[in-house]
């Protein structure tokens, strides 16, 4: 059974960081892209970030890139989001995502496997 579980979410001031990190279990996590995306409460969900299985590329969006960082650890089946100089409009739902796909996955759709989310709040 494939599972996704986020954690280190929580209420930071403007300007400071969280990890986020995304434990998986059930498949061949070495084998996966992995992705985050964020929903923002009354917004569609947004992508923030990628990681490619079979090259390590990454790629973020103009709205985070320089501030978050997407990370994985193999042997650890879990896959990380560092977010510095973080900003009020960074406040939404966090969640991760799992892909066979190598292309597709800046879109929701590229991504078969889910988490449940993680809340990240930015105070002014």
């Known amino acids: 059974q494939v599972q996704l579980v986020e954690s280190g979410g929580g209420l930071v001031q403007a300007g400071g960081s969280l990890r986020l990190s995304c434990a998986a279990s059930?498949?061949?996590?070495?084998?996966?892209?992995m992705g985050w995306f964020r929903q923002a409460a009354g917004k569609e969900r947004e992508f923030v970030a990628f990681?490619?299985?079979?090259?390590?590329?990454?790629y973020y969006p103009d709205s985070v890139k320089g501030r978050f960082t997407i990370s994985r650890d193999n042997a650890k089946n879990t896959v990380y989001l560092q977010m510095n100089s973080l900003k009020p409009e960074d406040t939404a739902v966090y969640y991760c995502?799992?892909?066979?796909?190598?292309?597709?996955?800046?879109?929701?759709?590229?991504?078969?496997?889910w988490g449940q989310g993680t809340q990240v709040t930015v105070s002014s």
């Open positions: 995502a799992a892909s066979t796909n190598l292309s597709y996955l800046t879109m929701e759709s590229g991504y078969a496997h």
């Open positions: 059930g498949f061949t996590f070495s084998r996966y892209s």
């Open positions: 990681s490619v299985w079979i090259d390590g590329r990454t």
